[in-house]
């Protein structure tokens, strides 16, 4: 069969919303644009783990402490679903691991910002977590077999981080005037960065676009950016705190927020390696890598012993 | 049907060339790992069914970490593990040929037999 009717078959599979699995065929671009998202998806829940882990020690009670080693270990896990996915691509785990400590490979913009106070702990959780999650719950139904059943996975553990998120804020607004200065400072900061992780314009593009063809993905950014407006726009009156945008306000016309341009600029500034954190990022991804070469190897060793004893027994 | 492929910039799916890179190497691991499938038994009378899969030096290895990955809320009381190189997969281009056998045995189902009213709950 040529090429052309391979690729016509996939495309009605797809169309009649059956799954690809990782032995089926498809087309290269697929499995490309599949690896690289997945992947991309998989770094940024591992480099996610920093910013937050910077502030284990330092969280203001035994269970808040808890709490944040449980997410932090939730984010290692997700990346640990969707490396495996990536895997069943044909990409080994050290071929990205590699790409990502070499920077060819990107990790969502998002945690190239530091984490400076504790409310950031809190703005994460609900802004950033629950940006995300937006995302996560359309790719639930994605093509690839293997990214969906991860997603349906993350999606059941990710509504604790919002969760726990947008309480920790809530303990602070309703707090001393230096708690409350501090929750409104920190979701001044995280604002903008938060509709930043949904992705360039939707009018950047003005081709017919190949993911949504291929059900990869199911919504534009701009849709999914004004889902997470239109939802955080409410959510802040509970808080009392106010979001840094004069221009976000009800129209109800459209049934939707309006809200002020994005700094563009800015995205791909820290896209390219140029936002506050990126190095410090990337330097400490390596030296975990490096660092914990020993204890992979030192596994190894004793598996050997282990399997050589079992042996002569 | 040809496919131009038309690239598209989405959250988590940054383009290769637009970003900054380096010419950073990670050490050469000689060791890596082997890759493990891990089913998970999720109570008492169940089947154990396929979850995912991880890296472990070896099985007992490849078990604490499958407890650690996908039974941090409960989820399983009985994990196994199977390095993957030794799972056999049917090849989905012969499925047509592999399942055909059973396509046009109806009368294998219940339904295929008509009887009268009276004869209740066969």
């Given at each position: 069969m040529p090429v052309q009717d391979f690729e016509q078959l996939f495309q009605q599979k797809i169309d009649a919303e059956d799954k690809?699995?990782?032995?089926?065929?498809?087309?290269?671009?697929?499995?490309?644009?599949?690896?690289?998202?997945?992947?991309?998806?998989?770094?940024?829940?591992?480099?996610?783990?920093?910013?937050?882990?910077?502030?284990?020690?330092?969280?203001?009670?035994?269970?808040?402490?808890?709490?944040?080693?449980?997410?932090?270990?939730?984010?290692?896990?997700?990346?640990?679903?969707?490396?495996?996915?990536?895997?069943?691509?044909?990409?080994?785990?050290?071929?990205?691991i590699n790409d990502l400590h070499s920077g060819k490979a990107k990790y969502s913009s998002i945690f190239n910002y530091p984490s400076l106070t504790w409310a950031d702990m809190g703005a994460i959780g609900w802004l950033v977590d629950g940006a995300a999650i937006l995302n996560q719950v359309m790719l639930c139904r994605t093509s690839y077999g293997p990214y969906a059943r991860a997603m349906v996975r993350i999606c059941k553990e990710e509504s604790f981080h919002q969760r726990q998120g947008f309480e920790t804020l809530l303990v602070l607004s309703r707090g001393t005037d230096e708690q409350k200065a501090m929750c409104q400072d920190s979701i001044n900061r995280w604002w903008w960065p938060s509709l930043m992780m949904f992705g360039p314009k939707d009018s950047e593009s003005t081709n017919s676009d190949q993911s949504m063809k291929w059900k990869i993905k199911r919504k534009t950014n701009d849709e999914l950016r004004q889902n997470f407006i239109d939802m955080i726009a409410e959510q802040i009156k509970v808080l009392g705190m106010t979001l840094p945008d004069e221009k976000l306000k009800w129209n109800e016309e459209k049934k939707h927020y309006d809200f002020g341009e994005i700094n563009w600029d800015e995205f791909w500034a820290v896209v390219k390696g140029n936002g506050p954190c990126n190095k410090q990022r990337l330097a400490a991804r390596r030296k975990a890598h490096e660092e914990g070469q020993w204890v992979r190897e030192a596994a190894m060793a004793f598996a050997e012993k282990r399997k050589l004893k079992t042996k002569a027994a | 049907m040809t496919h131009t492929f038309i690239k598209k910039l989405y959250y988590g799916d940054i383009p290769e060339e637009k970003g900054g890179g380096s010419n950073y190497q990670t050490k050469d691991d000689s060791t890596t790992w082997p890759l493990w499938e891990v089913f998970i038994r999720s109570k008492q009378g169940l089947d154990h069914k396929h979850a995912g899969s991880l890296h472990a030096a070896d099985a007992q290895m490849a078990i604490e970490n499958a407890r650690d990955v996908y039974t941090r809320r409960m989820e399983g009381v009985s994990i196994w593990v199977v390095e993957s190189k030794y799972i056999t997969a049917s090849?989905?281009?012969?499925?047509?040929?592999?399942?055909?056998?059973?396509?046009?045995?109806?009368?294998?189902?219940?339904?295929?037999?008509?009887?009268?009213?009276?004869?209740?709950?066969?």
């Open positions: 690809i699995e990782p032995k089926d065929w498809m087309p290269e671009a697929y499995r490309k644009t599949n690896i690289r998202q997945i992947s991309q998806h998989a770094h940024s829940e591992i480099v996610g783990m920093l910013p937050e882990g910077n502030w284990i020690s330092r969280a203001p009670s035994l269970k808040r402490k808890a709490i944040l080693i449980a997410k932090v270990q939730d984010e290692a896990g997700h990346g640990l679903y969707l490396y495996s996915a990536a895997e069943t691509l044909g990409m080994s785990r050290d071929e990205m | 090849n989905p281009e012969e499925a047509g040929e592999l399942y055909e056998p059973a396509i046009d045995k109806i009368y294998r189902h219940p339904t295929f037999y008509q009887l009268p009213d009276e004869v209740n709950h066969m």
